[in-house]
């Protein structure tokens, strides 16, 4: 990494417009933040007096308290609001929502939205920062950052490394935010998914595309398992959550074709007997509990950062954090 | 803002006679290595800190512990610095609780740096006492802050920076006064 990388935007919206270098200082910064949450006192004075707002238009419990652990850590203030009982339930619209929490004057915004897009649209309208916790099926940048930290803590690097990506590619932001970031720090992405669950045009971002299980696990060094979410077809739900562990569930038997320390990873929560057995879950190729304690890491760093980047903004008078050309993208 | 080299206060053997000095008078008022561990202040701290212990083991016969302090997230000026710092770790392997801490940084200046450093030890455990050893001391203090162990005292203008080069970052050891051209 280069000495002189420094962050400057004020949101962090998706991994598909960060640099390489960008993408390592967020991925630096957080090991720093790791040594932080090991210590007896698991806090640090850093943004003491800033607000943080985590406001979730979809249901979330992982992400959004390991968002308000990681705000509480850097000694930040955190509300949290559910929109089910806000004032969105009245019909006010997300700009709207976004004005009158910045008008209490809060620092930073994580927000998690079920439409593409939602964060990029209230980060331009706002001056305070915007972290995107998931927009619809775009992306949720500080899930792929803490399963890139997880890779590079385990394996010692990105570059290089072979990952395969597993389950629903279609309707998944966290499988287009790792595309995105794992592809920018040279690593080989295999996407694996039921044919109908693979997004037309996907090879063009520079994946290999397969729907043989046991090809994408053959030469891995990680697997990323993506919870199948069946839930939104509840009538048909059980043959076919059958049927998809029969073909694509990841268990100690088609292991055995991969490589023997091969990571397990899963954003969870995990589907046991759907998209992985309980037996691989648990077991030694799993990291699916050091992903959760290195997500409060990753987002600290990226709190950190962009608070940082939006009070010397603030310094300068303008808000630089968007490239125009950014604006116009269709 | 250009600077230039204004003096040079110290070379490589001035600055190994200082270091035994200081390594001398740790040892005499602590009476010896018990229970005493040494922390240094990124960057040139922590290098400072490694001399002073391997110099304390070369008089007493046991190297203290090492840490380094990385204060980055405890300074109170992080909205107003242009460019936001690189954090890097902080590296504290053994237990503080009870110990003696010998605090070390290159120059002490306003003593912002310290206090910060202060705060960070004091969450790792409750010392028995921390004790501040620094290479320069170039005054203009904005803190109730002082030295137990000083190099060197440097009066200085603000206008002046003082840089304590070592080896291990700079390739060299040397101390000099720089001032800047407007």
Redesign the interface.
């Known amino acids: 990494m280069t000495?002189n990388?420094?962050?400057t935007k004020k949101d962090l919206l998706g991994l598909k417009e960060l640099t390489r270098e960008e993408l390592e200082?967020l991925l630096?910064?957080a090991?720093?933040?790791k040594?932080?949450i090991s210590?007896?006192?698991k806090?640090?004075?850093?943004l003491r007096g800033k607000t943080v707002v985590n406001l979730f238009y979809e249901p979330s419990t992982r992400t959004r308290v390991s968002f308000e652990i990681a705000a509480k850590r850097?000694s930040a203030d955190v509300i949290n609001i559910a929109t089910e009982s806000s004032s969105v339930r009245k019909g006010e619209t997300l700009i709207d929502t976004g004005k009158n929490i910045e008008a209490l004057k809060v620092d930073i915004i994580v927000m998690r939205h079920n439409c593409s897009g939602a964060a990029l649209m209230l980060a331009k309208n706002l001056r305070a920062s915007v972290i995107n916790a998931g927009d619809g099926w775009h992306e949720h940048p500080t899930q792929a950052l803490l399963d890139m930290f997880t890779l590079k803590e385990r394996l010692g690097r990105i570059e290089g490394l072979k990952v395969s990506i597993v389950g629903d590619i279609a309707h998944s932001r966290v499988a287009r935010s790792n595309i995105w970031g794992l592809t920018k720090l040279g690593a080989q992405v295999t996407i694996c998914a039921p044919a109908l669950l693979i997004p037309p045009g996907i090879e063009k971002t520079g994946v290999r595309v397969t729907s043989d299980i046991d090809e994408a696990l053959a030469d891995a060094d990680a697997v990323n398992v993506l919870r199948m979410q069946f839930e939104r077809d509840a009538e048909n739900a059980f043959p076919r959550q059958l049927e998809y562990f029969k073909n694509f569930g990841i268990t100690t038997e088609r292991l055995k074709g991969a490589k023997k320390n091969i990571l397990v990873m899963h954003p969870g929560p995990i589907n046991r007997g759907i998209e992985i057995s309980s037996e691989v879950a648990d077991g030694s190729n799993s990291v699916i509990l050091e992903q959760v304690t290195n997500g409060i890491a990753v987002r600290m760093s990226c709190l950190?950062?962009v608070s940082?980047?939006n009070?010397?903004i603030k310094?300068v008078g303008r808000l630089t954090s968007l490239p125009v050309n950014r604006l116009k993208r269709p | 803002m250009s600077m230039k080299e204004k003096a040079h206060i110290m070379d490589k053997n001035g600055m190994q006679r200082t270091l035994a000095r200081m390594a001398h008078e740790i040892l005499e008022k602590n009476k010896g290595t018990r229970d005493l561990v040494i922390v240094g202040v990124r960057t040139r701290g922590a290098h400072l800190a490694e001399r002073l212990a391997q110099t304390i083991e070369k008089i007493d016969g046991h190297k203290p512990p090492v840490g380094i302090l990385d204060i980055t997230l405890y300074r109170d000026d992080l909205s107003s610095i242009a460019q936001q710092p690189v954090v890097h770790k902080t590296e504290i392997d053994f237990d503080i609780q009870d110990k003696k801490v010998i605090l070390v940084d290159d120059v002490l200046y306003t003593g912002r740096t310290v206090r910060a450093a202060l705060d960070e030890i004091i969450d790792f455990g409750r010392p028995q006492f921390i004790q501040l050893a620094v290479f320069i001391d170039r005054g203009h203090r904005e803190l109730p802050i002082r030295a137990d162990y000083v190099g060197k005292n440097i009066p200085t203008s603000p206008k002046e920076t003082v840089e304590v080069r070592l080896e291990e970052s700079e390739g060299k050891d040397e101390v000099v006064v720089l001032e800047s051209n407007d």
């Open positions: 000495k990388t420094a962050w200082l630096n910064t090991e720093s933040f040594e932080v210590r007896e006192v806090k640090v004075p850093t850097l950190f950062l940082g980047a009070e010397n310094k």
